[in-house]
């Protein structure tokens, strides 16, 4: 009798150690948040919240400074490589061969010739003519008038052929990464990608990184390609990175089944998590507060009245959505699980409660039959 009470003493005192956990209940996690220095902030998720978090989109490329470049992309730098054609009327020019004939216009090539270190293109019976900073039609009036009084009415046609100065850097998850030399037609940040081939992995699964001297912007390929402002203009050096940056979030708590799971669409609700994981577990759920842990972004947590200090990966948000209310079920629907999410259930305190009883009960039945086996030794 003596070990049978002592057993049944032992399991009621390590009752609540001994009842399953996959984390705090719901009031102790909106009891912390209200303390004094909370570490996190307590947001109850309903329409409005949801409207001021989708009004504060996240930041694009319109943060550079400037965000669509209005500089010049066709200018020549030291090292560009240029083709030079030189026309003269008529025979008897600098350029003339004897088998041409007379009254045509004799053309002469030079394909390929360095800029050099200094700025000059080096021109046949012409000298150095300085074309750094030029455009390829002013290069090419600079070089009509250096061979003015030496050629017979030369007309000049100058193309880049490679320019390191009005190029950017593209690398990262494309099919050609590389130097692109930025033209007229061809300097928008979906010129230069499709330019290079396009993009290796899903667009919600890539991020693509501008780099603009010390600034740099991120976005990911999807939102760009939503956002037609965001296709901005490149600015020569510019680096463009594409970075392979799959989203997961992940399900604890009082759910069919818990895991780290892809956002393998473009987009996914609060709903389309909790189905994922099987729903709700009806025997163990506290529906009243399903959370959802996030950083949030500045900008958003001001737009919410939240004054918690920002942490290197944002402000600790906490959102408490009550699915026994039928309204909590369209917000669900509507609210946007983003990448590190952390969708988080409790167990329901009658459920706590069941379990303690349950473990009372095993304990009776315990002391019971230790005391029929005492008497009838």
Request: hydrophobic share 45%.
């Amino acid at each position: 009798m003596r070990c049978a009470i002592f057993l049944t003493t032992a399991l009621a005192v390590g009752a609540c150690s001994a009842f399953p956990h996959d984390g705090p209940s719901g009031p102790s996690v909106e009891e912390a948040a209200s303390k004094a220095a909370p570490k996190f902030a307590f947001v109850d998720l309903n329409y409005r919240v949801d409207e001021l978090i989708a009004a504060q989109p996240p930041a694009s490329f319109t943060g550079l400074a400037p965000a669509s470049s209005d500089a010049p992309v066709d200018l020549i730098a030291p090292g560009d490589v240029l083709a030079v054609s030189v026309f003269e009327a008529g025979v008897g020019g600098l350029f003339a061969r004897p088998a041409e004939v007379a009254g045509g216009a004799t053309p002469e090539s030079f394909p390929h010739m360095v800029v050099d270190s200094r700025g000059m293109l080096s021109i046949p019976f012409a000298g150095d003519v300085l074309v750094a900073g030029l455009t390829p039609r002013a290069a090419s009036d600079a070089i009509r008038a250096a061979l003015h009084g030496r050629a017979v009415d030369p007309q000049v046609a100058v193309t880049r052929v490679e320019s390191a100065g009005g190029s950017v850097t593209l690398m990262g998850e494309v099919r050609n990464s590389g130097r692109i030399m930025l033209a007229p037609n061809n300097d928008r940040l979906l010129d230069v990608i499709a330019t290079a081939g396009g993009i290796t992995k899903p667009p919600w699964n890539i991020e693509v990184a501008v780099v603009r001297g010390t600034m740099t912007a991120h976005e990911s390929f999807a939102d760009l390609l939503r956002n037609p402002a965001d296709n901005i203009r490149l600015a020569p050096h510019d680096q463009v990175r594409l970075l392979y940056a799959p989203r997961r979030y992940a399900t604890f708590g009082a759910l069919a089944h818990n895991a780290q799971a892809p956002i393998e669409d473009e987009d996914i609700t609060l709903a389309g998590a909790i189905s994922r994981a099987g729903g709700l577990d009806p025997n163990a759920a506290d529906g009243a507060y399903v959370l959802v842990f996030r950083f949030e972004r500045p900008a958003v947590a001001a737009a919410l009245g939240v004054a918690q200090p920002p942490s290197p990966r944002g402000v600790p948000i906490i959102y408490r959505l009550n699915l026994r209310d039928p309204q909590g079920f369209f917000v669900a629907n509507n609210f946007g699980i983003r990448p590190d999410d952390l969708v988080y259930v409790p167990q329901a305190r009658i459920s706590q409660a069941r379990q303690f009883i349950d473990l009372v009960t095993q304990a009776s039945a315990i002391a019971y039959n230790v005391r029929v086996t005492s008497v009838l030794q």
